[in-house]
């Protein structure tokens, strides 16, 4: 059975960072397409980062140069590493494996004074 877990959010001020993490069991990461997605108060989910079993990255136009996705094989685990963030930025995070649609539960990221 495939469980994605999230965690790593939290109230952060402006400016800030956070880094978010996707704990995989069930299926390897390694080998799949993972993505990061969000959903703010009242507006629909969605996508923020993604990367394939090459490693290879896409990132949406409003986090490119500010967010980082990444992953630890060994770990089974994708990060959301999150700089510069802005209170547009503030919205429960959801990992996905985008091979299979699994999702989590999402973690909660709010950026305010």
């Known amino acids: 059975q495939v469980q994605l877990v999230e965690s790593g959010g939290g109230l952060v001020q402006p400016g800030g960072s956070l880094r978010l993490s996707c704990a995989a069991s069930?299926?390897?990461?390694?080998?799949?397409?993972m993505g990061w997605y969000r959903q703010a108060p009242g507006k629909e989910r969605e996508s923020v980062a993604s990367?394939?079993?090459?490693?290879?990255?896409n990132y949406a136009d409003f986090v490119k140069g500010r967010f980082t996705i990444s992953r630890d094989n060994a770990k089974n685990t994708v990060y959301l590493q999150m700089n510069s963030l802005k209170p547009d930025d503030t919205a429960v995070y959801y990992c996905?494996?985008?091979?299979?649609?699994?999702w989590g539960k999402g973690t909660l990221v709010t950026v305010s004074l």
């Open positions: 069930g299926m390897p990461v390694s080998l799949h397409t």
């Open positions: 990367i394939n079993f090459r490693g290879i990255t």
């Open positions: 996905n494996d985008l091979s299979t649609n699994y």
